[in-house]
């Protein structure tokens, strides 16, 4: 069974950059058949799509947020990663990594999101 | 950008009742939906996908259907583990949740 971990900063400055990486076990994320996603839930508010990278390394990125955002394949690890620069307030969320499956063409695996706090 | 309205945004119910939760999309693009059940600090979980497909291992309880712009879930025969916050996604965009919590 396909589980995947969010690990990274956990507190991050204002205009500093936010870096997450979401670790793979139980399925390789070189496989043709999968997407891998990162998306968010600021406090009270809805779930947020931002961005998601196959694994050939093309990516695909909300417009709201593709000019601060970064998601990069790391195959060896059989993992990947999330960064996003010039960080506000706004920017405050549970951050989760998931899975897309060709079968089921939304995300049927999650991480359980960790909590990202932009604050000085 | 598609707006998912989902309601209610929170709804009371007691064992054994079946519980309807509705989606509506603000653009009829698709007919494809998911639905999720969250419980606090747990990953989600697929319920549902492409309107109406049970995810393997998901109890018979629970159903979709709808084909745009409205989409339902339910829940017959509601059971304590039911208890949680329900949400539907279509292509990138989220409903804002639905809190089912005890009568």
């Known amino acids: 069974q396909v589980q995947l971990q969010e690990s990274g900063s956990r507190l991050v400055k204002p205009s500093q950059t936010l870096s997450l990486t979401c670790a793979v076990s139980?399925?390789?994320?070189?496989?043709?058949?999968?997407?891998w996603y990162w998306i968010r839930q600021p406090p009270g508010k809805a779930m947020e799509w931002i961005g998601y990278?196959?694994?050939?390394?093309?990516?695909d990125y909300n417009p709201t947020l593709k000019s601060r955002v970064t998601i990069e394949i790391d195959r060896p690890k059989n993992q990947f990663s999330l960064k996003v620069i010039s960080v506000t307030a706004a920017d405050t969320a549970v951050y989760y990594c998931?899975?897309?499956?060709?079968?089921?063409?939304?995300?049927?695996?999650w991480g359980q999101g960790t909590l990202v706090t932009v604050s000085s | 950008d598609i707006q998912m309205t989902q309601s209610p945004s929170t709804l009371s119910a007691s064992v054994g009742d079946r519980v309807t939760i509705t989606c509506r999309a603000s653009?009829?693009?698709?007919?494809?939906v998911a639905w999720y059940q969250q419980k606090p600090g747990q990953a989600p979980k697929l319920l549902i996908y492409?309107?109406?497909v049970l995810e393997s291992g998901v109890p018979s309880r629970f159903s979709g259907s709808g084909s745009g712009p409205e989409f339902t879930l339910t829940i017959n025969s509601l059971q304590p583990e039911d208890f949680a916050t329900y949400f539907c996604?279509?292509?990138?965009?989220f409903g804002q949740g639905t809190k089912v919590d005890v009568k």
């Open positions: 998931a899975r897309v499956s060709g079968a089921t063409a939304c995300p049927d695996s």
């Open positions: 139980g399925a390789s994320i070189s496989s043709g058949d999968h997407s």
């Open positions: 990278i196959y694994h050939s390394g093309i990516t």
């Open positions: 653009q009829s693009i698709s007919s494809w």
């Open positions: 492409k309107a109406s």
């Open positions: 996604l279509q292509s990138r965009t």
